[in-house]
């Protein structure tokens, strides 16, 4: 078993829609997760993270945790079309210093 | 400005040879990681280091070697037994902590000649 899964996708949506990526874990030590955006050709750079059950909000993007279904999600709310990208979900596990990565969502946001 | 700084951003390896993959950062992080990225696949973990002079293994190891005799460097060897090394290569960094974020460079592509 994977452990972390993603939707590889595509996810389309139109401009201005709501965006919702998805991401279960295995490892029910896991205590920080973490969203990556990845656009074509580029390295990975940092959106948001979350640690504890609930929302984290900032600015358009929404983080959501729930430990006991072993589930975070992404939100991106009025997407833009330069939100198309690769979303990926990483999670540290209880070890401390090994990151898990999914193997991405890919999100095309049409005009 | 603080970052992480990989080079080169392209780079082409005969049959037989070694390269090295260079990887700096001056953001006073402990832990510096080697990725690997295949297309359409996430990152799988080369090697990682979280204090000078000691690194770990992760999950593909096989064919690299990594020296960190410096906090600022983690340079990675792709030898000549790694038989498929094409793939673009990430390097991060992060302060120690269970919340602290991975930061990245802007890779390596590495292509077989």
């Known amino acids: 078993q994977k452990e972390v899964e993603q939707n590889s996708g595509p996810l389309s949506v139109p401009e201005g829609a709501i965006a919702s990526l998805n991401c279960t874990y295995s490892d029910r030590g896991s205590q920080s997760f973490f969203w990556y955006r990845q656009y074509s050709g580029k390295s990975p750079e940092l959106i948001m993270f979350?640690?504890?059950?609930g929302d984290k909000e900032d600015g358009r993007f929404t983080a959501q945790l729930n430990k006991a279904s072993q589930y975070v999600s992404l939100l991106i709310r009025d997407s833009q079309p330069s939100d198309s990208a690769t979303y990926l979900c990483a999670v540290n596990v209880v070890t401390g210093n090994q990151f898990y990565f999914g193997t991405g969502t890919s999100l095309t946001v049409i005009p | 400005d603080g970052g992480i700084t990989q080079s080169p951003k392209y780079l082409f390896r005969k049959e037989g040879q070694n390269v090295t993959l260079s990887c700096e950062q001056n953001?006073?992080?402990?832990?510096m990681y080697w990725y690997r990225q295949d297309p359409g696949q996430g990152l799988r973990l080369i090697y990682y280091s979280q204090i000078v002079n000691d690194f770990q293994k992760g999950d593909i190891a096989e064919g690299y070697s990594v020296s960190r005799e410096k906090k600022e460097s983690f340079p990675l060897t792709v030898t000549s037994a790694q038989k498929n090394p094409t793939a673009f290569y990430l390097c991060?960094?992060?302060?120690?902590?269970?919340?602290?974020?991975?930061?990245f460079g802007d890779g390596t592509r590495l292509s077989i000649l």
């Open positions: 979350i640690y504890s059950n």
């Open positions: 991060a960094s992060r302060r120690q902590g269970r919340i602290q974020p991975q930061h």
């Open positions: 953001l006073n992080h402990d832990a």
